[in-house]
């Protein structure tokens, strides 16, 4: 879990010090610190204790997702069923660093020949995997 940890100058800018006087109660042990290289590194909890106030939580980043839905015509249960196994194979293969799995449904319309794919999560890893479905649509003959 990542932790909250702050540089002597950023300490300083959120308490309205000087850097030297937050230096100084690291010093004298007043201000909890970890000394890393040449430079000191505050967690949130001991600025919080030192100061007697919560520190604010930092927002958490936008996230963007895909939600979109495939719909290919003129497709037997045969082909729907292919397909439907290759995109679900695609989907619970390797993934890169940090990239959200995908959630994907597949459903086949036997009296209108149509397979609608339903696909939910990574905007990378969605367009790629329709960019897939769409050069499969287009050899389905």
């Known amino acids: 879990m990542a932790q909250d940890v702050f540089s002597v100058e950023q300490v300083a800018a959120k308490l309205g010090?000087?850097?030297?006087?937050?230096?100084n109660y690291v010093r004298d042990g007043r201000l909890k610190a970890v000394r890393i290289g040449k430079q000191y590194r505050i967690t949130a909890e001991d600025l919080a204790a030192f100061t007697g106030l919560p520190v604010a939580e930092r927002a958490p980043a936008p996230v963007a997702e895909l939600s979109g839905v495939v719909e290919i015509a003129g497709v037997d249960r045969a082909a729907a069923d292919r397909i439907a196994t290759m995109v679900m194979a695609s989907v619970n293969g390797p993934r890169d660093a940090g990239e959200r799995p995908l959630r994907v449904e597949t459903i086949?319309?036997?009296?209108?020949?149509?397979?609608?794919?339903i696909v939910l999560g990574d905007l990378a890893a969605g367009a790629d995997l329709l960019r897939w479905v769409a050069s499969v649509a287009e050899n389905l003959t």
């Open 17 to 23: 010090l000087h850097v030297r006087t937050v230096r």
């Open 108 to 117: 086949h319309d036997g009296e209108r020949a149509t397979l609608k794919i």
